[in-house]
C-alpha cells in the first residue's frame, strides 16, 4: 500500500461515505486505530484508497479516543522534555521527548493499551528533573492530570534514591535532619533515610514534598556525602517499577498521581 499515490480519493472521505459522519469524525476514527485496509490498520486521513476493502473495528467510537499520559524512566544526562525539541543546536541535547515512539515503549507494559500514533502529539510535560538525574518523568495529553501535576505539586510526595560513596549510618544523616528542621532555611517538607549501607556505596530514599531540582544535592553538601547517581522513582502514587531506563509506559486505567 503506497499513501503518496495520486490515485483514489483520501481514506478520511471513504469513511465519510461508509459511516456517513464529518471529515473531523472520520480523521478521528482513523487516527484512533479503528480503520482497516485490507486487513491493516492505518491511521493517515490522508491515505489514498480506490478498490481496496475498507473496514471497521467493532469497537469503533469516538467516545472511544480518551487522552492518555506517557510515564517515562529519563536516562542521566538527558533533558526533561520541558523544553521542546530544538533543531540546529550543535551539538544538540538529548532530550527525553526524542524517546516518546513506538520503537521505545516498554515490553514490561501492562497497560494493555495499543500504541497509536496519535498518541506521541500535543504532549505536556510539568514535572521538572535535573539533567544529571535520572528516573521519571510525565507526558500527558489529558488536561485533567496536567492541571492536577501543576495544581498539586507543591503538596506531591518525590521519591528519590541516591547512591552516595561509603557506608552511611543513620547518625551521618544529622546535618540533614537539623537543616530540615531550621525554620531559618525555610527548606520543603523532606523525609531522609538509609536504605542500604555497604562499605564502597549507600543507598539514600528522600520523599520531598513538590519538585526541588537541586535540593537532593543540597542536602548531601551539608552531609559531605559525595552523589554517585541520582534517580526519582515515585511521583505521588505513580512508581517507576520495573521500567528500564529510556523507556516508557502508559498510565494505567485507574492509576492515579
Not at 115 to 122: D, E, V
Not at 148 to 170: I, N, Q, S, T, W
Request: charged share 30%.
Amino acid at each position: 500500500m503506497n499513501p503518496h499515490t495520486s490515485e483514489g480519493e483520501r481514506l478520511s472521505k471513504r469513511v465519510m461515505q461508509l459511516r456517513g459522519c464529518s471529515r473531523r469524525e472520520a480523521e478521528q476514527y482513523i487516527e484512533g486505530g479503528f480503520v482497516s485496509v485490507d486487513g491493516v490498520v492505518v491511521e493517515e486521513p490522508q491515505f489514498r484508497v480506490s478498490t481496496q476493502t475498507v473496514t471497521f473495528d467493532g469497537n469503533a467510537s469516538v467516545m472511544n479516543l480518551t487522552a492518555i499520559s506517557l510515564i517515562v524512566n529519563k536516562p542521566v544526562g538527558w533533558l526533561d522534555g520541558l523544553q521542546e525539541i530544538k533543531a540546529g543546536r550543535k551539538p544538540a541535547p538529548k532530550n527525553v521527548r526524542s524517546l516518546l515512539d513506538a520503537a521505545h515503549h516498554s515490553p514490561h507494559d501492562a497497560s494493555g493499551v495499543r500504541p497509536l500514533k496519535r498518541h506521541f502529539n500535543a504532549l505536556e510535560a510539568s514535572v521538572p528533573l535535573e539533567t544529571g538525574a535520572s528516573g521519571l518523568v510525565v507526558f500527558t495529553q489529558d488536561f485533567r492530570t496536567q492541571r492536577k501535576l501543576v495544581e498539586d505539586m507543591a503538596f506531591m510526595e518525590h521519591e528519590l534514591v541516591v547512591d552516595v560513596r561509603g557506608e552511611v549510618f543513620p547518625d551521618d544523616l544529622r546535618p540533614i535532619e537539623r537543616a530540615l528542621k531550621d525554620d531559618r532555611l525555610r527548606l520543603p517538607f523532606a523525609k531522609v533515610s538509609v536504605g542500604s549501607a555497604t562499605p564502597e556505596r549507600s543507598k539514600l530514599r528522600m520523599a520531598i514534598k513538590g519538585a526541588h531540582p537541586g535540593l537532593a544535592a543540597y542536602l548531601c553538601e551539608l552531609a559531605k556525602f559525595e552523589i554517585l547517581a541520582l534517580r526519582r522513582i515515585r511521583l505521588g502514587r505513580v512508581s517507576l517499577s520495573d521500567l528500564d531506563e529510556g523507556t516508557w509506559r502508559y498510565l494505567a486505567p485507574g492509576e492515579k498521581f
